[in-house]
T-cell receptor, first 114, second 114 residues
Framework: QQQVKQSPQSLIVQKGGISIINCAYE??????FPWYQQFPGKGPALLIA?????SEKKEGRFTISFNKSAKQFSLHIMDSQPGDSATYFC?????????????FGQGTILTVHP | DAGVTQSPTHLIKTRGQQVTLRCSPK?????VSWYQQALGQGPQFIFQ???????QRGNFPDRFSGHQFPNYSSELNVNALLLGDSALYLC?????????????FGDGTRLSIL
């Protein structure tokens, strides 16, 4: 069974700063690792996802870094804005033939102060 | 392009009752997964439906059952409700169950058990 450990639980940054959230996984079988952003009262929204054939993927201010040997991946939010304040979840597929069975981290509550 | 839609938005039930939640997938998607999200936690995988059959299942009792219709929409049924079933129930859709395609979530149904 896939286990995903996410850190930190909460993060406070100033406007314009860099937010970094880390995730570690156990199972080596994967196709992609997605990150989700969730605002209160809303469902998780797919933010960015990375596949194992790349070590980094950037979309706007959001970057995923992937370290296959360490079984870790991280989300970097550059020039953090108050509108980025939300809960962020990393996720990993269960592996093997368990397609679509995502295991989520515990979440990181990001607060960006103006 | 309509995203994933879920109904109802909120629901209040009492212990022992039964509930049915509904989900319409994003246009072009044929696979529906259901997740339970307790307050302050990441979503937990319940099961996945593809071609009107349950393909994957998480660690949930058989009080939780589902159905997928020919138009790819889906229902989640929970029988003999317990207080611990109070949670946000999320539906996610994707294309083709047998690969790890990105899953897109609806805003969920908030179920409260009294």
């Amino acid at each position: 069974q896939q286990q995903v450990k996410q850190s930190p639980q909460s993060l406070i940054v100033q406007k314009g700063g860099i937010s970094i959230i880390n995730c570690a996984y156990e199972n080596t079988a994967f196709d992609y690792f997605p990150w989700y952003q969730q605002f209160p009262g809303k469902g998780p929204a797919l933010l960015i996802a990375i596949r194992p054939d790349v070590s980094e993927k950037k979309e706007g201010r959001f970057t995923i870094s992937f370290n296959k040997s360490a079984k870790q991946f991280s989300l970097h939010i550059m020039d953090s804005q108050p509108g980025d304040s939300a809960t962020y979840f990393c996720a990993a597929p269960a592996g093997g033939t368990s397609y679509g069975k995502l295991t989520f981290g515990q979440g990181t509550i990001l607060t960006v102060h103006p | 392009d309509a995203g994933v839609t879920q109904s109802p938005t909120h629901l209040i039930k009492t212990r022992g009752q039964q509930v049915t939640l509904r989900c319409s997938p994003k246009s072009g998607h044929d696979t529906v997964s259901w997740y339970q999200q307790a307050l302050g936690q990441g979503p937990q995988f319940i099961f996945q439906y593809y071609e009107e059959e349950e393909r994957q299942r998480g660690n949930f009792p058989d009080r939780f059952s589902g159905h997928q219709f020919p138009n790819y929409s889906s229902e989640l049924n929970v029988n003999a409700l317990l207080l611990g079933d109070s949670a946000l129930y999320l539906c996610a859709s994707s294309f083709f169950a047998y690969s790890n395609q990105p899953q897109h979530f609806g805003d969920g149904t908030r179920l409260s058990i009294l």
